[in-house]
T-cell receptor, first 113, second 113 residues
């Protein structure tokens, strides 16, 4: 099976802009989670989607949002970008999401100037 | 926020030696997972140990879990240069549905020839 794919792999934006990142889970996986990784804060959970519904949410401001489509693909959106949003954004998928192994994609590296 | 700390933060050993990393966490868990990350890329799942298990093996990996001390250790035996990476523990809280992993701060392992 193909692994988790994320697009784009690299992105440069300026402050105030918005960005949309995409994640395609492993075929058959219905849970998709998003994580942010920065040198200062480490790996932090953003949110999880299952069957097109947000099931869990981390402690991030409302500028961070996401959605999941009927084919389980997911997108996350960050509006009004800030310098501190520069990070590696990782997507992970699992079958049902009920506390199982998560399989991570290669990530999207976002740089906000 | 980080669930806990990993110790040591960095570890440098010679090829063929064993590497031990420790992870401490703060709250009750359902399971604990270990991941590897190479140079800011995606995370690779290594092993999952459930809260009712005390030890688990997978190839050259041995994981222990002590829920009374809220700690886990990862042992890599007969290390290789290819094991050079950052290693993270991640916990999943009990109850509720879905995934919401909380990661530790990570241990940077360098295996020298």
């Amino acid at each position: 099976k193909a692994g988790v794919t994320q697009t784009p792999r690299y992105l440069i934006k300026t402050r105030g802009q918005q960005v949309t990142l995409s994640c395609s889970p492993i075929s058959g996986h219905r849970s998709v989670s998003w994580y942010q990784q920065t040198p200062g804060q480490g790996l932090q959970f953003l949110f999880e989607y299952f069957s097109e519904t947000q099931r869990n949410k981390g402690n991030f401001p409302g500028r961070f949002s996401g959605r999941q489509f009927s084919n389980s693909r997911s997108e996350m959106n960050v509006s009004t970008l800030e310098l501190g949003d520069s990070a590696l954004y990782l997507c992970a998928s699992s079958l049902q999401g009920a506390q199982e192994t998560q399989y991570f994609g290669p990530g999207t590296r976002l740089l906000v100037l | 926020s980080q669930q806990g700390e990993e110790d040591p933060q960095a570890l440098s050993i010679q090829e063929g030696e064993n590497a031990t990393m420790n992870c401490s966490y703060k709250t009750s868990i359902n399971n604990l997972q270990w991941y590897r990350q190479n140079s800011g890329r995606g995370l690779v799942h290594l092993i999952l140990i459930r809260s009712n298990e005390r030890e688990k093996h997978s190839g050259r990996l041995r994981v222990t879990l002590d829920t009374s001390k809220k700690s886990s250790s990862l042992l890599i035996t007969a290390s290789r240069a290819a094991d050079t990476a950052s290693y993270f523990c991640a916990t999943d809280p009990p109850g509720g549905g879905g995934n919401k992993l909380t990661f530790g701060t990570g241990t940077q392992l360098k295996v020298e020839l």
